[in-house]
């Protein structure tokens, strides 16, 4: 759908990841707790860390991390 609507205005379209891919499955997950849950982190049991620990470290390659974008930023550009 981007991909039309970028072709249909005479536009590129580029995806970019917000964030680099070091603990991001934590990092993120920590936010979101501590923003819309009104919690702290370490009032979570370390088992449910080592969930995300694993995510960040064992199921996923750093260049798959940097591709999988929790948060990203998508910019049109015109062409000339």
């Known amino acids: ?23 991001q499955f934590r990092r993120h997950f920590t936010y979101m707790l501590e923003t819309y849950g009104g919690m702290k982190a370490t009032d979570d049991p370390s088992w449910a860390w ?10 996923f390659s750093p260049e798959m991390l940097l591709d999988l974008a929790l948060e990203g930023c998508i910019l049109f550009r015109k062409m000339r």
């Open 1 to 23: 759908m981007l991909d039309r609507i970028a072709r249909d205005h005479g536009a590129e379209v580029h995806f970019y990841g917000l964030h680099d891919h070091v603990g």
């Open 50 to 59: 080592d969930i995300f620990d694993r995510y960040d470290n064992e199921s």
